[in-house]
T-cell receptor, first 109, second 115 residues
Framework: AQRVTQPEKLLSVFKGAPVELKCNYS??????LFWYVQYSRQRLQLLLR??SRESIKGFTADLNKGETSFHLKKPFAQEEDSAMYYC???????????FGGGTRVLVKP | GAGVSQSPSNKVTEKGKDVELRCDPI?????LYWYRQSLGQGLEFLIY????????KSGLPSDRFSAERTGGSVSTLTIQRTQQEDSAVYLC?????????????FGPGTRLTVL
């Protein structure tokens, strides 16, 4: 069965400090991985996906198949990054998403 | 353009009553998904529709849950004989297709409270 684990429920960092959100997955097939973000009072939205290999809002994530991880990183956190972040695994057929439990990021001034 | 919309935004019901939750996907999106966000279970997949194909109901937690999609557009999620454990935020998402490269766009959700 596929599973996504985000070990940290809460990450609190100061503005300008680096932030790393951990995500580990288990899946027997070829994974499609995503990071979704939910800002306060806003709807869930896609932040980035591994297949695009892009940087969005300064965030990057690298898929490490050996460690089955897809950690999200940003070198200099900003206050506007405070939000709930979800790592998600998409099945190739139908792209049903399996979400991790989420990590709340709080960036302090 | 308009995003995914859901109604009602909040629904309070009594245990044992039936409820219907509505989702209007983005125009032209052929794929529609329902997810549930609850304190105990996090975000979990319920059901998805793709075009005229039979829906994938593999995530529905019990036979009290059903969903339909009329005319390839609007979808209704129905919960019969609601229980307190059904209390959650029900999210709808749509995408152009169901390939993993297709972004799922989420609605604002319906918060269901079963008393």
């Amino acid at each position: 069965a596929q599973r996504v684990t985000q070990p940290e429920k809460l990450l609190s960092v100061f503005k300008g400090a680096p932030v790393e959100l951990k995500c580990n997955y288990s899946y027997s097939g070829s994974p499609e991985l995503f990071w979704y973000v939910q800002y306060s009072r806003q709807r869930l939205q896609l932040l980035l996906r591994h297949i695009s290999r892009e940087s969005i809002k300064g965030f990057t994530a690298d898929l490490n198949k050996g460690e089955t991880s897809f950690h999200l990183k940003k070198p200099f956190a900003q206050e506007e990054d405070s939000a709930m972040y979800y790592c998600a695994l998409g099945k190739a057929a139908g792209n049903k998403l399996t979400f991790g439990g989420g990590t709340r990021v709080l960036v302090k001034p | 353009g308009a995003g995914v919309s859901q109604s009602p935004s909040n629904k309070v019901t009594e245990k044992g009553k039936d409820v219907e939750l509505r989702c209007d996907p983005i125009s032209g999106h052929t794929a529609l998904y329902w997810y549930r966000q609850s304190l105990g279970q996090g975000l979990e997949f319920l059901i998805y529709f793709q075009g005229n194909s039979a829906p994938d109901k593999s995530g529905l937690p019990s036979d009290r849950f059903s969903a339909e999609r009329t005319g390839g557009s609007v979808s209704t999620l129905t919960i019969q004989r609601t229980q307190q454990e059904d209390s959650a935020v029900y999210l709808c998402a749509s995408s152009t297709r169901t390939a993993s490269t297709d972004t799922q766009y989420f609605g604002p959700g319906t918060r269901l409270t079963v008393l």
